[in-house]
Structures are given as C-alpha cells and as structure tokens.
C-alpha cells in the first residue's frame, strides 16, 4: 500500500501486534490450558477460581491469546483494568524505563517525582475545583480501606454506611461492606463492626425517582444511625458487581447534599467506574455528582496495581503524618504507567472512545432486545453497559431473575471466542467492560455470538 492510500485519520491508528480478532483453533479450553490447570490445581489455593480458564499466553488491544492459540475478544478487560488496551504501547514504554531508572525507594522514606505527578493528575482530573490532595495505595480495598480511615480521622466519628447492591472489597472492614454474603465473606468472619447498609436507588427494580430513592436513604441513615455518628457514606456512582445500577437522575447529588449539611464525608468509589471507561474520567461527573473524596483503582495504570484516594484537602489533611502510606505503595513503575494512561487517554481521544463504544453496544442489545424478552433491561454508560436478565414472558410484570440464561450465555461465548463476564446481585446480570481499544466491527461479532448464545437458550 502506498502512502495516498492510506485515509488520514486512520494514518495515526494504533499498531497491534496481535491481529485483532477471535479465533479458536482447540477445545475451548485447549490441551495445554488443560495440563496447566491441572498444575494449578496442585499448588493454587482452590479459593481462588477462574471464570474462564484458559491460561493467557499473550494479550494486545481487545484481544487475548491463550496457550493453545485461541483469540478472544475481550469484553472483561481484567474487570475494568486494562480500560486503555492491553499491552498499551505508552504505557508498556513508560513501565519499561522507569524499572532501568528505579523499581523502589519507599515513598515514605525517600520521594520521587511520579508519585507526585500522578496526584497532580488525579487533582486536575477528578470532580470538583478546589485544592485536593492524594494517597497512593495498592489496591481497590486499601483505598476502600484508607479512604473510611481519612474520613473517620477527620470526623472524629466511628459510622460507615454503604449501599445496598455495593460491592467494595476482599478485606476484612470492606467484607462487611459489601452487599452478597457469598463468595466475599461465607465463613470469614467475624466482620467489622459500625457498617451500615442503606436502601440504594436501582430504577428498574424500585421506580422510585432520585429525589424519592435519596429520601429514603437518608430516612434510613438519620433512622438507624444518626448523622452525628456518622463518619462516611461510601457510594458507586454505577454499581460495579452489583450489577451496572445507574442511580436515578437526582439521587447522588442530593445524598452529597444531605452529606454535606450534615458533617458527613461522602466517598465516590470509583474504583470500576473511573478512569475514561464511561466516558467521563469518573462517571459522578454524569450525575453532577461533586463527592468530597474519590478512590480510583483498576483502570488507572494500564494493569500495572495502583489505587488513590483523592479529595478535599481539609479532609486529606487530617491525618497525622505517618498515618498513612505502605511499602508498596505509589511503586514508581505502576505510578509511571498511570502517568501514561492519562496521557493516553488525552492524546488518543478515549472519553470519546469510551462514548462510540457504548452507543454501538447500546443499540445492538436494544435490537435484540426487541427480539428476546428474556432481556430486561439494557443499561450503563460508555464502555461499561450491562443487560438485566428475567425469565422470558414474565418481562415487566414480576422481572424473575434469570440467573441461568446468564451462565449459558457465558459459556456460549466462551466456546466461539468472546469473554462475557457476569454481575449481579442474583448472578443474572450479563456486563460488557471491554477496553477502549474495541473496534466496532468487533463489538458487532461479539453481538452476534450473543445474538445465537440467545437463540440457543430456547
Ligand atoms: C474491584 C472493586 C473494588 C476492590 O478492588 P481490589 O483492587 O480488588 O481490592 C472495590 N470497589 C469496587 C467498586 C470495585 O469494582
């Protein structure tokens, strides 16, 4: 191809090194994901399972290639990480550098520069003017975690409350703060004490309006806590395991409302929704939605494990020095790889990406909507759009879940190529989280393997 034939604005397009498309070549899985997880299952503790386990050999743009050669597309991303690709090309350079400059110091001990320019980022990024101030941790439920600590710090109050359908993490205090019971804490406990779970705002199952969603909320928390021992609220903007619940319009504004009059610190865990995947770097800006802290995680270093808390720097200032940090951290490589993802994010155009992708999913699963009843309810913003399974014929009327039709339609996919991942308080929720990377003739095949995984369900 000579250089007048190729369009201008393809000219620029980003270069895979694996062909971006589905492909199965073996058994779904193969002969030697099989002997691996054979391996596995001597040495890998059975409480970690494996939705799909082919054992990933390579993995660029939408697409991972598994020991046996299949190629799927990936409608997971490693539950909202790699938001911005796999094997992102800025992101892969930016990693690699920084682990010739330095691996580790210990922000604690003796600082560097990327730690302090992905706060700069988070500053300008998330929602709000005013001066805010960041933490660097590991992972989601240490932000979790540090975020009800720097709220509680500054309130001098011991209440935390949550929403129902919330999911928030795997350790101790975020397993009593989660909405399911089983898998995250059968067994576990005990469980921290002070976690409160208040009705949430889920307008398929509730009909209520935000403003009548938020007044029993708060009818709730003045009820069965009191706002004076209350420390924080900690929030979803669009629940994540839960099932993409999108609040109704009005509800989180007025909650951050009662929040503030009331001394309350409301958290915005944006830890699956932030980061350009639903268009907006966080999704409480589709709300007008200004919480005083912000916990991000997953997608905000290209894969590499990063998380923040970011907010109010009155509130941030609370805490004693010392009193936050950890050794790992704020790792300069994972802080050097977030800096490239919100470059990424700027120079390739992803809120705008992360938009096409979920007008495209939108209107495929609305025209298969039209075609199968067992699909309730279609929902979410940009990249992360969900549907509501029920059993078929009792639709509106009684929205019965149908947690089976979601584990079939899993499996479908899994046998021809895609990697659907599901949610749901009652497991009937099927998500679509791809990465900003999804082209939409991609999309389009994926729906059509759904398109017959629906007509197969009978
Ligand atoms: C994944 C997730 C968490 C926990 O993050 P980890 O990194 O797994 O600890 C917390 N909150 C939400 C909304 C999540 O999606």
């Known amino acids: 191809m000579t250089d007048t034939q190729i369009p201008a604005e393809t000219a620029s397009a980003p270069v895979y090194s694996v062909p971006q498309e589905r492909r199965i070549v073996t058994a779904v899985p193969g002969p030697k994901s099989e002997e691996l997880h054979a391996r596995r299952s001597k040495v890998v503790s059975s409480g970690v399972s494996s939705a799909l386990p082919v ?43 920084q682990l010739q400059d330095v691996i580790h ?9 990327e730690y302090v320019r992905v706060a700069e980022l988070l500053a300008t990024h998330t929602p709000g003017r005013f001066e805010k101030k960041s933490v660097l941790v590991n992972s989601g439920a240490e932000a979790v975690e540090n975020g009800v600590k720097i709220a509680r710090k500054f309130t001098g109050r011991r209440a935390v409350a949550v929403l129902d359908h919330a999911y928030h993490g795997r350790t101790n205090l975020t397993m009593a703060m989660n909405y399911k019971a089983h898998p995250y804490a059968t067994g576990y406990g005990p469980f921290a004490g002070d976690v409160y779970h208040a009705p949430s705002s889920y307008p398929y199952r509730d009909g209520l309006s935000g403003q009548d969603a938020a007044a029993r909320t708060i009818a709730y928390l003045e009820k069965v806590v009191g706002a004076s021992d209350l420390a924080c609220l900690v929030v979803e903007p669009i629940q994540g395991e839960g099932g993409f619940m ?213």
């Open 55 to 97: 054992y990933i050999e390579r993995a660029n743009g939408a697409i991972l290639v598994d020991v046996d050669g299949n190629q799927f597309i990936d409608f997971g991303a490693g539950i909202g990480v790699t938001t911005i690709g796999h094997t992102e090309q800025r992101v892969v350079a930016a990693a690699a550098d």
């Open 105 to 113: 110091t210990l922000f604690t001990i003796t600082p560097y520069e």
């Open 246 to 458: 999108v609040p109704a319009d009005g509800f989180l504004p007025t909650l951050q409302s009662w929040c503030t009059e009331n001394g309350v610190v409301m958290i915005a865990d944006e830890i699956q929704s932030g980061m350009a995947r639903t268009g907006r770097y966080f999704a409480s800006e589709h709300f007008e939605w200004v919480p005083d802290l912000v916990l991000s995680a997953k997608g905000i270093a290209g894969g590499l494990p990063l998380a923040a808390v970011t907010g109010r720097a009155e509130i941030m200032d609370a805490s004693h020095p010392g009193g936050l940090g950890g050794t790992f951290g704020g790792n300069p490589v994972a802080c050097a790889a977030a800096v490239a993802v919100f470059e990424s994010i700027e120079s390739n155009g992803l809120l705008a990406e992360a938009d096409r992708i979920g007008s495209s999913l939108k209107a495929g699963l609305e025209r298969l909507k039209q075609r199968y009843d067992v699909i309730g309810d279609i929902r979410g913003r940009g990249a992360m759009i969900a549907i509501e399974l029920v059993q078929p014929g009792t639709g509106d009327s009684t929205k019965v879940p149908n947690p089976d039709a979601v584990s079939r339609l899993v499996a479908h996919a899994a046998q021809h190529g895609v990697l659907f991942l599901s949610a749901g308080t009652w497991g009937n929720v099927l998500r679509f989280l791809p990465s900003l990377a999804v082209s939409d003739s991609l999309i389009d095949d994926a729906l059509h393997v759904l398109d017959d995984g629906l007509a197969s369900l009978g």
